[in-house]
């Protein structure tokens, strides 16, 4: 009797025809898996093998995509920016006041220091300016403070409209500035009520406004 002898590769092609019909064997016999009557095999369901896909009918969606009114809180009056900028300017501005005229002085490191004279709120007619004079905090960039003056009840001037503007660009080394305004006629003030829009920054818009001052002109005396 002769017996066949079997090299290493007949071995490898046994063992790898054992693993593949294992394998179909395996995939037949799970739930739901096989060949139907007309044989056809049976779809692929995800849910079968409990991959977790079963459990969403649709894709995902972003909580800000289901909300009603996603931007809603931009409606809260607690957040209206009337709020702050009707009120006396802050944020970078350590002090503002409205004066009748200042002085300037260096300090060391050649900065220019303003000082308020005669600070008030209401101001003759005859006035040949009115004056803002302010201090900062110490910054790390050149930016510019703007004002702008409206009549809010003056006789014959609209309130919608402002007449005069004025910037002072504070650099590195200064911390504190002034900005001036002149009446709006060769006639000098007009009676009535002002106010002064503060901006920082290099353009004036509402963003970019950091509160209002308001001041009275009397009549001559």
């Given at each position: 009797m002769r017996w066949r002898?079997?090299?290493?590769?007949?071995?490898?092609?046994?063992?790898?025809?054992?693993?593949?019909?294992?394998?179909?064997?395996?995939f037949l016999c799970l739930p739901g898996h096989g060949w139907t009557q007309d044989g056809v095999p049976t779809p692929f369901s995800p849910d079968e093998l409990q991959h977790g896909f079963f459990q969403f009918d649709t894709m995902p969606t972003a909580p800000e995509d289901v909300a009603s009114e996603p931007m809603d809180y931009y409606k809260n009056p607690a957040l209206d920016l009337s709020d702050f900028t009707d009120a006396v300017p802050g944020g970078l501005l350590r002090h503002i006041t409205l004066a009748e005229s200042f002085e300037e002085d260096l300090d060391l490191r050649r900065g220019h220091r303003y000082y308020p004279i005669r600070p008030t709120k209401a101001f003759s007619a005859d006035a040949l300016a009115i004056h803002v004079v302010f201090r900062v905090f110490k910054h790390y960039s050149a930016y510019e403070i703007i004002g702008r003056l409206f009549p809010e009840n003056v006789p014959g001037?609209?309130?919608?409209?402002?007449?005069?503007?004025?910037?002072?660009?504070?650099?590195l080394e200064d911390e504190s500035g002034y900005l001036k305004f002149f009446p709006p006629s060769q006639a000098g003030w007009i009676p009535g009520q002002y106010r002064i829009d503060i901006f920082v920054g290099y353009e004036a818009n509402e963003i970019t406004r950091m509160g209002t001052l308001r001041f009275t002109v009397t009549p001559k005396a």
């Open positions: 002898s079997y090299n290493c590769k007949d071995c490898a092609s046994i063992s790898m025809h054992i693993c593949h019909l294992l394998f179909m064997l395996f001037l609209s309130g919608k409209t402002f007449f005069d503007e004025e910037s002072a660009y504070l650099a």
